[in-house]
């Protein structure tokens, strides 16, 4: 086997994830680097999940021979019904169990366990997409049961049972330094400086499918995009894309929309929320009329090709790719600071930031400029698109992976199994 570094083979990875597909950012990012490590670098990858799909190379562990030419093992974690907050304790405890006894029967010994958030309790190496410690702050008001009606009690009762345990398990495992942590931004990195005083954390941004999304691809798709959403030929088209549509800062672009009725926008809402949630406030604001909600589709171009402009004024958003797809579309951006890909973003030039993530005034100021002036919609899209191609391609965060793994392991003074 060809050797790595310092005289050691490939690494034999252990992945930790409840589920695996291409619709949702974080698992998305899993994905990329996965499929470049075990088909570029030869490492072997023992991935823990409930669900896989879209990952290439991947064949079930049971029954297949450690010689198999396939370089992920997927040993496939069960999984129940229920409420949320009881799936992610029966996969937390599932996930562990099972690969105790692959480590105690000798079956799977893998030199580092690497996990996309808290899924375990011996993770050598967390990515962190998002301190819920921070995130429980900003919505805080939200949970207080006085402020909802009584058949949302449940609702929320779930919400809080749910971000205290992830909070109990964040202050049990982020502030010992033999975790090592990974940070998707450094928006991300300063709160886990500030809450659970890490120096030592490492920032890998995501990134994006530089030879699918691009400009020339967005345009080809264009007309039958806008013809299939019975987009007028003069409708500005704004886009928002992501699930818990209050946290990307619906509201707060609602409100702005709502300031702009002389223009002829429209705007086009992706994600998995229920859009019932929302027909109040559309109602009370008086633009249902020009407002679409539409599920995800794996065809997520034909949206940024229907689009004029992206808005994602987050409230907290640990990263947002959307941002980055869109840009790499060369779609104009104006993004909230509170969202971790704003950090790729040079605010006049490649999009606009939002200082503010409510200051729904300001959004709409920045929203009218953009619709007003063609030429600078172009050369922001032009440069936000060739700023992502140059900068945020996943070769370069699998690379910046790899290399953060492999100095983890050195750190361990592990030697990896042949």
Known sequence: MRKRFNGWVELRLAVVTP???????TELCIIEQIERLALEEHWKIELYSQEVSQLSGVCPASGVSRASAEPVFWHKVSRIPGPHLLKYVWWFFANQWQRWRDCRSGRVRPDLVYSPGINCLDADVIVVHIVFRAFYERVRPELVLRRVPLHGWLRVIHRRLYYKLIMFLERRI??????????????????????FQREDVTV?????????????ARMAKRKASRESGAYDENDFALLLIGNDWKKKGLDTLLKALAALMDMPWRLLV???????????????LAVSERVHFEKPSADVLSFYAAADLYAAPSLEDAFNLPILEAMACGLPVIASAQAGASEMIRDGETGFILSGAQDHLRLAQLIRRIYLDQPLRLAMGEAASRHVL???????????TREFLEATLGRHHLKPSG
Request: glycine fraction near 4%; aromatic fraction near 8%; charge should be negative.
């Open 19 to 25: 589920f695996l597909d291409r619709q949702h950012g």
């Open 174 to 195: 982020y502030p010992d330094p033999g975790v090592r942590l990974v940070a998707v931004s450094s928006l991300v990195a300063r709160q886990l400086r500030s809450h």
């Open 204 to 216: 890998i941004p995501n990134a994006v499918d530089t030879l699918r999304f691009t400009p020339e």
């Open 270 to 284: 992706v994600g998995s929320d229920d859009p019932d949630l929302y027909r109040t406030l559309l109602e009370q």
């Open 390 to 400: 140059e900068n945020c391609s996943w070769d370069r965060n699998a690379a910046a």
